[in-house]
């Protein structure tokens, strides 16, 4: 986890259900954002603090140190070491959240292909992801650096049958604490390692091979996967 992701909804929607009376620096434009199918690389809307406002940039799904240049960027990064290991250590305290509408995984059934699922909010709430990146801030232009990464976690119950690592899940309440810079990093570790949303919060769904392709765009690809018809 977590390798394709979607994110669909305008930045709004998302807005106001984080509910954050500051006003909105926004980067990411009003119009839905209609990617239903993300993959690494991806430009996506990115929530973060500038100052005393909350900010929407378009940022790459993706990040590594400058001095890592042997290496492909990440993109997730495992909460029992993103505080403490030396690669994250330079964006740590730089805490985002990256709000989506749901997520694929890829499972073996004993077919000649992986069967994809899609995971979401059993009530179709935005999922707010803990995330820490590289961003701008005031009146810096995006830079080739920059970049984001979310933070995973242990699944448990029977979402470890879909995959064994999953996203950190904030509730809303927990996503602003998360954002505040006023937030000491040592409670922002607890939030993390302890407080993230657990497997009921959520449901999963066969979804169409068509998903595997990221070329393939469009609202069919959130659809659950029909029984097939069998005939005599």
């Not at 809307?45 to 140190?65: C, I, K, M, Q, S």
């Not at 810079?181 to 009921?200: C, H, I």
């Amino acid at each position: 986890m977590c390798g394709r992701l979607s994110q669909y909804h305008g930045i709004h929607d998302f807005v106001a259900a984080l509910s954050i009376p500051n006003a909105l620096i926004n980067y990411a434009g009003d119009q839905p954002l209609a990617c239903y199918n993300a993959a690494p690389t991806t430009q996506l809307a990115l929530f973060h603090r500038d100052g005393e406002y909350l900010r929407a940039d378009r940022v790459r799904w993706g990040w590594r140190p400058h001095w890592a240049k042997d290496r492909v960027s990440p993109i997730n990064a495992r909460v029992e070491k993103v505080a403490h290991g030396p690669f994250f250590k330079a964006i740590w305290p730089h805490r985002a959240i990256i709000a989506i509408d749901n997520w694929f995984e890829w499972v073996y059934e004993g077919g000649p292909k992986k069967q994809p699922y899609l995971i979401r909010h059993r009530d179709r709430s935005p999922i707010f992801c803990a995330a820490i990146g590289q961003y701008p801030i005031g009146e810096h232009e995006p830079g080739e650096h920059d970049g984001f990464v979310i933070i995973t976690a242990d699944s448990a119950g029977g979402m470890v049958d879909i995959h064994d690592r999953r996203p950190v899940v904030l509730s809303p309440e927990l996503a602003r604490e998360w954002l505040d810079p006023a937030t000491p990093k040592e409670r922002a570790e607890q939030m993390v390692l302890l407080q993230g949303e657990p497997t009921e919060a959520f449901e999963w769904f066969k979804v169409d091979f068509a998903v595997g392709n990221v070329r393939n765009q469009g609202a069919e690809l959130i659809e659950p996967l029909k029984k097939q018809k069998h005939t005599r």
